[in-house]
Nanobody, 125 residues
């Protein structure tokens, strides 16, 4: 079983950058597609980005496309979310999770495993 743990959140100014990390323990990490989600105060959790098991395919929500980049290092069991040109509306708790479905990329929360604690990102205006 793979259990992801997020880190790297913090306070950043509008227009700045931040890199989130997600370390997932477990021997099967390199065989698993992953995804990042976020939940802003008072809102539903929403999809941010997804990456295939090899890292060769990625998919983004329209709200972050062109600003965020998802990547992975299978040797380190780690998935990253590079956040550039951040905006106040990017403020949220960010979660990474394992895609348990047979799909190479997934954005539906139902395709993912149980949720961890997440990491808080706050963008000041």
């Amino acid at each position: 079983q793979v259990q992801p743990v997020e880190s790297g959140g913090g306070l950043v100014q509008t227009g700045g950058s931040l890199r989130l990390s997600c370390v997932a323990s477990g021997r099967t990490f390199s065989n698993l597609a992953m995804g990042w989600f976020r939940q802003a105060p008072g809102k539903e959790r929403e999809f941010v980005a997804a990456i295939s098991w090899s890292g060769s395919s990625t998919y983004y929500s329209d709200s972050v496309k062109g600003r965020f980049t998802i990547s992975r290092d299978n040797a380190k069991n780690t998935v990253y979310l590079q956040m550039n040109s951040v905006k106040p509306e990017d403020t949220a708790v960010y979660y990474c999770n394992v895609n348990l479905s047979p799909l190479r990329l997934a954005s539906n929360q139902g395709a993912f495993g149980s949720w961890g604690q997440g990491t808080q990102v706050t963008v000041s205006s």
